[in-house]
């Protein structure tokens, strides 16, 4: 498994040439880099064609691979709102990704299908999305990426079986799943997850959790938390698994450089199954 992290675990603002080359000496195979509104660092709404491949040829440089691609715009624009306008925009973000995916050579784009609330039923955000995604399918299909789709807190898909069952009804080989391993551990089983959904996973997030602090609290660094790392691992090999791990975390709120080293070296122990 490759060695990788999110840009947002440096602090907001970031050039993405000193993100590349910290990673490089941190020792990362994999960047995940995230589509911003305009005017953000790195790749935006607003990236053209070849800003988009001068950011990869930039990555190259430093010895990195692009391989999935994220955004936070789908907390702003959920495909889910009752507001079509909205989630129009959800459409248009999700639409981004693809095209900068494609230019970047990137497989996988990372999309939380919506969110349940006081506005949206659980039943409606089960089929709104699906209508959504299926809007989304024909170009991810097209351009040959996948639409990872994520298990989030968004009290939606909060069991492996659903997840897996949802994912297949939208009949594409490229709807996915990418999966978050902290993010499971107050519902579940992260190992379990792992093989029900299976083949599916086309990348994975880490991160670590305590599930008796019960709430965003509880996000820890990785190997901090409860996360069962050595079955976690023995379930991403049974499976086959052999991409990305993408560390998702906060900075820290001092010396914000030393996350993304001792996240590399937490990384370590979590692939060669020294970490349990």
Not at 8 to 18: K, V
Not at 36 to 52: F, H, K, N, R, S
Not at 93 to 102: D, F, N, R, Y
Not at 221 to 247: F, H, K, N, S
Request: proline letters at 4%; a negative charge.
């Amino acid at each position: 498994m490759l060695k990788g992290i999110n840009q947002w675990c440096f602090p907001t603002g970031t050039p993405l040439e000193t993100i590349f080359a910290t990673c490089q000496k941190a020792g990362y195979e994999t960047v995940e880099l995230n589509v911003y509104e305009p005017g953000g660092v790195g790749l935006t709404m607003d990236t053209t064609a070849a800003e988009a491949e001068a950011i990869g040829a930039m990555a190259r440089h430093y010895g990195l691979q692009l391989r999935s691609l994220s955004t936070g715009l789908l907390g702003k624009y959920p495909l889910t709102s009752n507001d079509e306008s909205v989630r129009a925009a959800g459409r248009r973000a999700v639409q981004k990704q693809l095209e900068l995916a494609s230019l970047l050579g990137i497989d996988t784009i990372l999309v939380v299908p919506g969110r349940v609330n006081d506005e949206v039923s659980y039943d409606v955000c089960y089929t709104r999305s699906q209508q959504e995604l299926q809007k989304l399918v024909p170009d991810a299909e097209a351009r040959g990426i996948y639409i990872g789709i994520e298990n989030v807190w968004n009290k939606f898909l909060q069991s492996p079986l659903e997840m897996a069952r949802y994912i297949d009804e939208l009949q594409s080989p490229f709807a996915a799943a990418y999966y978050d391993v902290g993010n499971t551990l107050i519902v579940g089983f992260p190992d379990q997850w792992i093989r029900i959904l299976g083949h599916r996973i086309k990348k994975v997030h880490v991160k670590d959790f305590k599930p008796n602090v019960g709430n965003y609290n509880g996000f820890v660094p990785l190997l901090a938390g409860d996360v069962p790392w050595a079955r976690v691992r023995e379930a991403l090999l049974d499976i086959g698994y052999a991409d990305t791990l993408t560390a998702e975390l906060d900075a820290y709120a001092s010396t914000a450089e030393q996350l993304i080293y001792d996240t590399s070296r937490h990384l370590d122990f979590i692939i060669s199954g020294e970490a349990r």
